[in-house]
């Protein structure tokens, strides 16, 4: 039952940064990761970066030195911050949540980050 809204994706130049956001809303169960996903074209879903409720932070080697994820987990909001953007970084990104239970998994309708000149 619980939805996610996200933001922040577009067009950046290569170099650039960008920053997206994501909000869940409508939640019975408690969130307890949050994090971000993406899919390029002809290329498989893979976990860019995720974050526990406690703080703790995983990320994909792609994305390390380069994002970072942060959480307001009061508000269930979870944030993307991407440095120096690659042209293979271009995608669609997908917020995720998920509870204890393995039934307790969203996913939001994805944002396409271009990143071109």
């Known amino acids: 039952q619980v939805q996610l809204v996200e933001s922040g994706g577009g067009l950046v130049q290569p170099g650039g940064s960008q920053r997206l956001s994501c909000t869940a809303s409508?939640?019975?169960?408690?969130?307890?990761?949050m994090g971000w996903y993406r899919q390029a074209p002809g290329k498989q879903r893979e976990l860019v970066a995720s974050i526990t409720s406690g703080g703790s932070a995983n990320y994909a080697d792609s994305a390390k030195g380069r994002f970072t994820i942060s959480r307001d987990s009061a508000k269930n909001t979870v944030y993307l911050q991407m440095n120096s953007l690659k042209p293979e970084d271009t995608a669609v990104y997908y917020c995720n949540a998920r509870g204890i239970l393995s039934i307790h998994n969203a996913w939001g309708p994805g944002t396409l980050v271009t990143v071109s000149s």
């Open positions: 409508g939640s019975i169960y408690t969130i307890t990761v």
